[in-house]
């Protein structure tokens, strides 16, 4: 599209600029003083305006002779062509429109008084079209540049969220082949349980699922899901998980974004519970603050701070943490604290109601 | 180590699920000729069963309370066959290819099992050659990478000192050994000194001789002591030999 023609107000603008020019031309047409003010006025106004059109089209041979794809040989005659065929054009149309005028009787003679002022008119349309070649490169590179800018953002935003949705998805193989061992062990000595177990990896795996494509569910789905993933690794851990909750009944129907909860109960397993000879607790509250406007919720647990480090795996608090900021920006807060043998992450969120949880 | 026609195996199993337990328990039902001994769920008990009990084999997991199985394995030392049994752990499963150690994917079945056993069963018997890297170098090849050391488990006689890596003043190479200076006391590790440096955070530790490990925070000043070489004098006056590529590499730290 033509960066002038397709716009109204850019049009506008740019007729604008060429009063001046209409007013030079005409200024310059009086000068060896064979033509009156009224005269060059007349004649420069319409000159002027048709001017303005021919070198709009000076863009589309700018867009076709790129700067960056052909040497400057090519550029200058390309151009300079352009322009001398242009300006030669233009000066026929002013000696047509010059003998038509002079018909009248308030232009008499004014055909004759023309003729010296062509190399004039030439002259000044050769530099004029030069001119608006200038400026349509600048206007190319203004938006090749700007182009550029705009893929480089959305390339990082659709990096960004295909990391993010990745990373949601994902189901902690640590934790998934620890479980599948517990159900081998369960086979032989207690079937009934080892049957129990299936069901509930099963019924947290389903919860899982599908779960990457969706930007958020309600907190009561988010809690089932931790109840299913709890359920679990209480039959790998036995009494060693003892889990407290505190849940205010107005968050549940909040929407979150989707494993937002999760993998912060799942890390105070794996980096307290397990780390625990005789376990330890993981204390999990939502309230509702600022009259019901936030939500905050706080993921305690126990820890031992002598334990080996942990080698990494899983979703780790930094991706919970660019979810929250990526979902509600400055008006989400995400806090961590490592006391003498507790760990506490507390993130508050508006409380978004009545948005579509999809 | 030939063993005796008739005489039972021992085994110890270590894990911190009594489940993962349990299998192992099952599966070693099988097998009259193994004994088993002790069980641990976690890392401490581990070292002391092993250093009581001396069986001859043991079933150790990776991830436990108290000491991972790795630490596990630097404090108990060569003088007993190892099978890992780990649930998901690339890194230490690609060591564990390179070094030929003997390890076990939970879950596992009867034949990885038997497999497995009887591996450690023929370089019991001596059948197979005996070829063991210090447990330590194993550990830190299967670290993962850009994840440093935060501590290093060392024993004296019967007592397990936990070092963290803040606390260590330098490091030393004696021979097969590494010197571990912390608070005024030195403690002797079986490691290499380049693969102790491999697992050490880079920005933090500098290798400045071929046989030391300087802790850059208590590095004082770097003083010209023969030609081309220097001496670095640390903050409780310690003064350690820097080799000429030493000196190059800490003037490129000191100076940024």
Known sequence: MHPIFSHLRRLGLYLLAWIPIAGMLAYLLTIPGQITMREAVTLSIPLSLIYAFVCLSSWYSCRGNSLEKYGLGRLVTTHVTAALIASIVWAFVAVGMASSLSKMPAFTGLSARFRPEIPVIVGSGLLLYLLSVTFFYIIIAVDLSRDAEARVMRASVLARDAELRALKAQVNPHFLFNSLNSISALTTSDSAKAREMCILLGDFLRRTLGLGEKTAIPLEEELSLIHAFLAVEKVRFGARIQMEENIDQRALDVPVPPLLLQPLVENAVVHGIANLVEGGWIRLSVQCDNGGGDVSIIVENRFDPEAPARRRNGVGLANVRQRLQARYGNRASFAVKAEADSYRVALTFPAERGLQTT | ?256
């Open chain 2, 1 to 256: 180590m030939n063993r005796e026609a008739g005489k039972k195996i021992r085994a110890v199993i270590v894990d911190d699920e009594e489940l993962a337990r349990q299998v192992l328990r099952e599966f070693l039902g099988a097998h009259p000729e193994i004994e088993l001994v002790a069980e641990c769920a976690n890392g401490f008990e581990a070292v002391k069963s092993v250093t009581e009990l001396k069986p001859d084999l043991l079933f150790l997991d990776i991830q436990m309370p108290k000491l991972d199985g790795f630490e596990v394995l630097e404090l108990i030392g060569n003088d007993l066959r190892v099978i890992f049994v780990t649930a998901f752990d690339s890194y230490a499963i690609k060591a564990f290819e390179v070094h030929a150690v003997d390890y076990l994917l939970k879950p596992f079945g009867a034949d990885r099992f038997e497999a497995a056993l009887n591996r450690a069963k023929e370089r019991l018997s001596g059948k197979s050659p005996h070829t063991e890297m210090p447990p330590a170098d194993l550990a830190a090849a299967a670290r993962p990478p850009s994840q440093y050391l935060d501590r290093i488990a060392v024993r004296d006689g019967t007592r397990v000192f936990i070092i963290p890596v803040a606390k260590l003043d330098y490091v030393e190479a004696q021979d097969d050994y590494v010197a571990l200076a912390t608070e005024g006391k030195k403690h002797l590790k079986q490691q290499t000194i380049s693969s102790l440096e491999s697992a050490l955070d880079p920005s933090r530790f500098l290798r400045i001789h071929r046989s030391y490990i300087v802790n850059l925070e208590r590095v004082v000043k770097v003083e010209p002591y023969a030609k081309d070489t220097h001496v670095a004098v640390l903050t409780n006056g310690t003064q350690l030999p820097v080799s000429r590529s030493g000196y190059a590499r800490l003037r490129a730290f000191l100076d940024r």
